[in-house]
């Protein structure tokens, strides 16, 4: 099977990057996510590449060629070319020898066929060609077709290898699924949902967010609650009307998901387990301030001025305490949202030299009457 040649296949960056690896028609090929998504006509984002040869081969016909190369897991086979601003990960083929959920010790290997077994999902073990032919050694193209998101082999053999393939699972799974899990992959899931527990924050974080970031999570969500998989996540049970609430007005207002006002809604909008998530994740600190600030705005009267909210905390978050705010059932008139979609910021034109320049006297009371006088001046803006 062929692909049609694709502009990110053919940029002047790839192109130099095939010409530096010496037989790269046999030696080098695209990998996984980059295949997967040209086959089915989505937008290409990161470029991954497989090759036969050593790592060390690799940096050397790299650096002949003139082009930076970044060693980023050498012990994993993989390094990075720069081309013009642009990096494109080169990993060896390799076989795994040990895994204890987590992390795996590889052997490099020339075989592609020992390479694709170690994957996880059949789509994700695609490989292809400069020339555009497709290497699909498990089958991946016809799941795709089919809506079947299927673990390459033995389901709890590939969830072993490593915890986090359980969460890419309900990832690929709210993209690609026409079809729930057979009986095997569905014991697979529920028998191992504890190994999560072993998985670092971090790794867990980036998932769950891109899980959240899928048009539509809801199925994914009601399998991951089906499963326990959801309780080991979030400490929730099951999916409650708050989340559900949140995507149908989300449809209704035709808004792109915000992953972070989704986990909000999420988890009930439950404060306890907010700040659990927050350190067992290792949310970033404009991550959990962004949060705490959307809990704070939820607390106070849902009939403040809303005004107040987008000049001080800016339109992106006051969307969110919008759908949040509707999606716990409060009231409030739905031309809130057209307020907010046509707001412009204009800053406040008066600052504290102004007040002293007008005999105010410098110190707290100082910056008291500032906000007192900023928060006039937003509430004679106009609303439209």
């Known amino acids: 099977m ?7 296949m053919t940029s002047p960056s790839i192109q130099r990057l095939f010409k530096a690896i010496p037989e ?41 060629a003139g082009i930076k190369v970044i060693p980023t897991g050498l012990a994993h086979g993989t390094v990075m070319a720069v081309i013009d601003g642009e990096g ?21 290997t020339d075989n592609w066929e020992e390479d694709a077994a170690r994957r996880d999902f059949t789509f994700n073990a695609l490989y292809l060609k400069e020339d555009g032919e497709i290497y699909d050694p498990w089958g991946g193209i016809e799941d795709l077709k089919d809506g079947i998101v299927r673990f390459i082999g033995d389901a709890n053999l590939r969830i072993q290898e490593d915890y986090l393939r359980l969460l890419r699972y309900f990832r690929f799974y709210a993209r690609f699924a026409k079809h729930p899990p057979n009986e095997d992959t569905l014991q697979a899931l529920i028998s ?9 924050g971090e790794r867990i974080h980036s998932e769950l967010l891109r899980l959240l970031s899928n048009k539509d999570p809801l199925e994914s969500l009601e399998l991951m609650a089906k499963t326990g ?25 035709k808004i792109p998901p915000c992953p972070l006002t989704r986990l909000y809604s999420l988890i009930d909008q439950d404060p306890k387990r907010l700040n659990w998530i927050i350190q067992r994740y290792k949310f970033s600190n404009k991550e959990s301030k962004w949060l705490h600030k959307l809990q704070d705005m939820i607390k106070e009267d849902p009939a403040k001025d ?22 716990r059932g409060d009231n409030l008139p739905l031309s809130t949202f057209e307020v907010i979609e046509n707001w412009e910021h204009k800053p406040f034109p008066i600052t504290g030299q102004d007040l002293l320049k007008q005999g105010f006297t410098a110190g707290p009371d100082l910056g008291k009457e500032l906000k007192k006088q900023e928060q006039a001046w937003v509430l004679k803006r106009p609303l439209s």
């Open 2 to 8: 062929k692909l049609k040649p694709q502009p990110w």
């Open 24 to 64: 790269s028609e046999n030696m080098l090929r695209f990998v996984g996510g980059c295949v997967r998504d040209a086959f089915i006509g989505k937008p290409v984002q990161d470029i991954d590449l497989a090759t036969s040869y050593k790592p060390e081969d690799i940096m050397a016909f790299l650096k002949k």
């Open 88 to 108: 494109f990960e080169v990993t060896t083929l390799r076989r795994d020898d040990r895994t204890d959920g987590r992390h795996a010790i590889v052997t490099f």
């Open 192 to 200: 191992n949902k504890s190994g999560l527990e072993k998985i670092s």
């Open 229 to 253: 998989i959801l309780e080991v996540i979030t400490k929730q049970k099951k999916l409650g009307d708050v989340f559900i609430n949140l995507l149908s007005i989300e449809q209704d207002l």
């Open 306 to 327: 809303i005004r107040l909210h987008l000049h001080f905390q800016g339109k992106d978050l006051t969307r969110a305490w919008f759908m949040s705010t509707l999606a």
